[in-house]
């Protein structure tokens, strides 16, 4: 089955313990992207890659780190995560920027920092 | 500033009522406008890709239409199965890397 994976699906954790959330995609999907939804702001892009060894921010890449060493995968890491980044954050792929296809959504990871 | 707005926030509607929601957005140049349904507890899923003012797409009860300012996604004869929030994104042609979405509009089909 085609489909994005994400991992965990939930995570309790403390202030400033570094943390990677797991994506990966089965589709040869070129372009990726994570982003994070809070109520009233709707989604907003943290960071992007065109493709391997290619990444680039979004619109609220602050605290968030990425690398995409792979074509599949493409892990999200807080270094030193921090109340204000708990939300529900998403990973996302298409066959490249501008298909016209849509993306592909995981089923989402809720985070908590306390 | 690239900015997408959705409405109305949250729509009810009685099973059969025909409805219309609303993205407006104010973008350098629009290389595409996107519809997404979601349902609780899962990631959105794609419904249509909008190019040029003018153009329509259909999917069952859904219609999606497109002008220069906006957005409709038209729900025809909705059926409970079809709550779930709605949600637009665009895609700026100046960076067709980037990607902005809605807020979204929580549409829910009383039986």
């Known amino acids: 089955e085609a489909q994005v994976t994400q991992n965990p699906r939930y995570l309790i954790t403390v202030t400033g313990k570094k943390l990677t959330v797991t994506c990966s995609q089965n589709m040869n999907h070129e372009y990726m992207s994570w982003y994070r939804q809070d109520p009233g702001l709707g989604l907003r892009q943290i960071y992007y890659s065109m493709n391997v060894e290619v990444t680039d921010k979004g619109d609220v890449p602050e605290g968030y780190k990425v690398s995409r060493k792979e074509k599949r995968n493409f892990p999200l890491i807080l270094e030193s995560p921090s109340p204000n980044q708990t939300s529900l954050y998403f990973c996302?792929?298409?066959?490249?920027?501008?298909?016209?296809?849509?993306?592909?959504f995981g089923s989402g990871t809720r985070l908590t920092v306390v | 500033e690239d900015q997408v707005t959705q409405s109305p926030e949250a729509l009810r509607l009685q099973e059969g009522e025909s409805s219309s929601l609303n993205c407006s957005y104010t973008?350098?140049?629009?290389?595409?406008l996107f519809w997404y349904r979601q349902d609780p507890g899962k990631g959105p899923e794609f419904l249509f890709t909008?190019?040029?003012a003018g153009e329509e797409k259909e999917k069952e009860r859904l219609k999606a239409t497109l002008t220069k300012k906006e957005s409709f996604l038209h729900i025809t004869a909705p059926k409970p199965e079809d709550s779930a929030t709605y949600l637009c994104?665009?895609?700026?042609?100046?960076?067709?890397?980037?990607?902005?979405f809605g807020s979204g509009t929580k549409l829910n089909v009383k039986p």
């Open positions: 996302a792929s298409s066959p490249r920027v501008g298909s016209g296809d849509g993306y592909t």
């Open positions: 994104a665009v895609q700026p042609g100046e960076n067709f890397n980037k990607f902005y």
């Open positions: 973008v350098s140049g629009l290389r595409g």
């Open positions: 909008l190019y040029s």
